[in-house]
């Protein structure tokens, strides 16, 4: 194979390249040359904002396929929620349907209609992703991370410093 291995020998020279220049400009503790990477293992969730619960339980079974495998309430968040297994690939929907006009799924749903509301990466710490965030100047919504789905624990970065992403970071419980 002629050019093959000396494109990826470019690519990989590249690359580290790029990570000694940063090295020699940041230093670890406050900017790490990737924020999170190593922590972040894969999409837990995509949560969709749903008026009804029971009614998009019932249309990703029948049109896709999947189950729900979890739901629970959680009042401090204010929702009524699914989780919806998409064919065992380890990543679920989450459908999220407002406890109260005034949470943050109830607000969404009001001004945006049903539709995508967040994506969840799974992390393998969240305290240190949370700490890295803040020191790089990243908003999180708490401070210290709140209970999410099945005994999770999640925090959120802010969607205007995420590309106007609400996203959740979620480290599994002992329930998953
Ligand atoms: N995605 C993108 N942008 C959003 C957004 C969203 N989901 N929600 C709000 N925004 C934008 C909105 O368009 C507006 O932009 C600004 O943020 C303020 O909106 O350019 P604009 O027009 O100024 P507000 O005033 O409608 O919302 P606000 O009261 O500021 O609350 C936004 C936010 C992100 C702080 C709030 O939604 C929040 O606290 N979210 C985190 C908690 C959450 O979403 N809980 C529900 C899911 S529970 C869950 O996921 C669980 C239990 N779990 O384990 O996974």
Redesign the pocket.
């Known amino acids: 194979m002629g050019a093959a291995p000396c494109v990826r020998a470019w690519e990989h020279e590249g690359m580290a390249r790029t990570l000694r220049s940063m090295d020699a400009t940041t230093t670890p503790a406050t900017a790490p040359a990737t924020l999170l990477g190593p922590l972040v293992e894969r999409i837990?969730?995509v949560?969709l904002?749903v008026a009804d619960l029971d009614a998009a339980i019932d249309f990703y079974q029948r049109v896709f396929g999947l189950a729900s495998v979890h739901e629970e309430v959680?009042e401090?968040?204010?929702?009524r929620?699914a989780m919806v297994d998409i064919a065992g690939s380890g990543s679920f929907l989450?459908l999220?349907a407002p406890l109260r006009e005034d949470?943050?799924?109830g607000?969404?749903l009001?001004?945006?209609g049903e539709g995508?509301?967040?994506l969840?990466f799974r992390v393998t710490d969240i305290d240190a992703a949370g700490e890295r965030l803040r020191a790089a100047g990243v908003r999180l919504?708490y401070d210290v991370p709140?209970?999410?789905?099945?005994g999770?624990r999640?925090n959120?970065i802010?969607?205007?410093d995420c590309g106007?992403?609400?996203v959740?970071l979620?480290q599994p419980g002992a329930e998953h």
């Not at 401090?76 to 929702?79: A, F, L, S, T």
């Not at 709140?146 to 099945?150: C, D, P």
């Open positions: 837990d969730h949560g904002a959680n401090e968040q204010g929702v929620e989450q999220l949470s943050p799924v607000k969404f009001a001004r945006n995508m509301q967040q969840a919504l709140k209970r999410g789905t099945a999770s999640v959120f802010h969607p205007k106007g992403v609400l959740e979620v």
